[in-house]
């Protein structure tokens, strides 16, 4: 297929990369035109501006938006929409609040546009491992644009089935799920469920990094000498990765940090919340459902603008390698 990409930033370029390596056809649009280049000496077809973007772009067009959420993917969405045809497709695949999502899917509809939520997880390492696809619209956009989940999404790989799986029963359309990649529901579901999936993120987090920090204080001079122990973090990290039940992809790339500087010494511990973590808590209000964990490692990425632990040094530390998440003031 044609896809046109928007943004070429950290996931961005890499999914442009790996969709060019299944065969698609790429233009590429970037407010840096030095990185349009680069992607164009890779074989992607680059533009000069939003419209140049859309003149290169084959009807039915669609457009892949990988730009920061808020203001920027707002006015991106709408110039898109400005420009686009009955029939045409824009994708908003950052991490966009899903109101936000309902409210231009509704807009778009008037206009024939079809609009498409697709929340994304795979960070800095999806160009190799694939990226997990929860996405939003309606059937006829989601199924045309298949070839290109299917390109990003990780496949089966070599993740054994779910036991009982195989006895489920059938749905209406295939199930891809195995494969990373699913069509939650209607407009916003699918940044609605990736949405949950980054509180979740939160929670495991900072579970981690609280265990790791006792871990780290268990030598503390209050403790009575008898039981203080000096434990080695990394060996603890990677142990844990080989057969224990808290073993994740979390837990390895924390192995890794830890290799790399046991101390986390180039880390300051000043954690951002990128927003999602917000929304689920105030979707859980909305539900009234109880979120005790969830809500509280949020108001520690709170704190941790205040004061920094070894526990936050070790979220930091995570962020960056799963997303090349840098520190403010860091370069």
């Known amino acids: 297929m044609q896809l046109g990409m928007v943004g070429l930033?950290?996931?961005g370029a890499n999914m442009t990369r790996r969709l060019m390596r299944g065969g698609h056809e790429l233009v590429v649009s970037d407010l840096s035109q030095d990185t349009v280049k680069g992607l164009a000496g890779e074989g992607a077809i680059g533009s000069a501006s939003l419209d140049d973007f859309v003149g290169k772009l084959k009807a039915p067009r669609a457009a892949w938006v990988m730009v920061p959420a808020g203001g920027p993917t707002e006015k991106t969405v709408q110039t898109l929409a400005d420009r686009f045809q009955a029939g045409d497709t824009i994708i908003d695949g950052g991490n966009s609040y899903f109101k936000d999502d309902v409210r231009r899917a509704e807009q778009f509809k008037s206009k024939g546009i079809h609009y498409v939520d697709v929340g994304t997880s795979g960070g800095v390492w999806g160009i190799d491992?694939?990226?997990c696809m929860m996405i939003g619209g309606p059937d006829e956009a989601v199924q045309r644009l298949d070839p290109i989940f299917k390109t990003l999404a990780p496949g089966r790989g070599d993740i054994g089935r779910t036991p009982g799986r195989d006895k489920m029963p059938a749905g209406t359309s295939p199930n891809t799920a195995?494969?990373?990649y699913i069509h939650c529901g209607p407009s916003g579901s699918g940044h609605f469920v990736k949405m949950v999936h980054n509180g979740?993120?939160?929670?495991?987090m900072q579970a981690y990094a609280e265990g790791f920090d006792i871990f780290k204080n268990a030598d503390s001079k209050d403790l009575p000498e008898n039981i203080r122990y000096s434990l080695n973090l990394p060996d603890i990290a990677e142990v844990w990765r080989r057969g224990s039940v808290v073993s994740s992809w979390l837990l390895d790339l924390t192995a890794m940090a830890l290799v790399?500087?046991?101390n986390l010494s180039e880390y300051s511990g000043f954690v951002q919340d990128s927003g999602e973590g917000r929304w689920t808590i105030q979707a859980?209000?909305?539900e009234a459902v109880p979120a005790e964990v969830l809500t509280a490692?949020?108001?520690?990425?709170?704190r941790s603008r205040q004061e920094h632990t070894f526990a936050e040094k070790m979220l930091s530390a995570m962020r960056q390698k799963f997303g090349g998440h840098v520190e403010p003031g860091k370069h």
């Open 297 to 302: 490692a949020l108001y520690t990425r709170f």
């Open 260 to 262: 790399e500087n046991p």
């Open 178 to 180: 195995e494969d990373g």
């Open 284 to 286: 859980a209000l909305e």
């Open 129 to 131: 491992r694939g990226y």
């Open 9 to 11: 930033g950290r996931m």
């Open 200 to 204: 979740i993120e939160y929670g495991m």
